[in-house]
């Protein structure tokens, strides 16, 4: 089992700042990527951010510019930094991981989600 706990979520004005972070501890064999995904009041979770074991990054059109996602593989922490907030950036957030087990099985775990409130 594998265990995701994030801190980092809050309120913060129109144009504000917070940092999420998004720590990974448990069986863990090979991490393959981290990421962040948000689900906003009566809408569909999606994703925000994700950075693979391959330092590759993936970002949703909207944060781009904004946000950067980052990774201390040492500590298997996974950090989203959030800047230039907009209200439509209010939402859960969670914290995603896929690893691989020493049997060689992919699985995905998730975070139990951090407030972020934008007011304009």
């Known amino acids: 089992q594998v265990q995701l706990v994030e801190s980092g979520g809050g309120f913060v004005q129109a144009g504000g700042s917070l940092r999420l972070s998004c720590a990974a501890s448990g069986s863990i064999f090979v991490i393959m990527s981290m990421g962040w995904y948000r689900q906003a009041p009566g809408k569909q979770r999606e994703l925000v951010a994700a950075l693979t074991s391959g330092a590759s990054t993936n970002y949703a059109d909207s944060v781009k510019g904004r946000f950067t996602i980052s990774r201390d593989n040492a500590k298997n922490t996974v950090y989203l930094q959030m800047n230039s907030l907009k209200p439509e950036d209010t939402a859960v957030y969670y914290c995603?991981?896929?690893?691989?087990?020493?049997?060689?099985?992919?699985?995905?775990?998730w975070g139990q989600g951090t407030q972020v409130t934008v007011s304009s």
């Open positions: 995603n991981a896929e690893v691989l087990a020493t049997t060689g099985t992919l699985y995905d775990y």
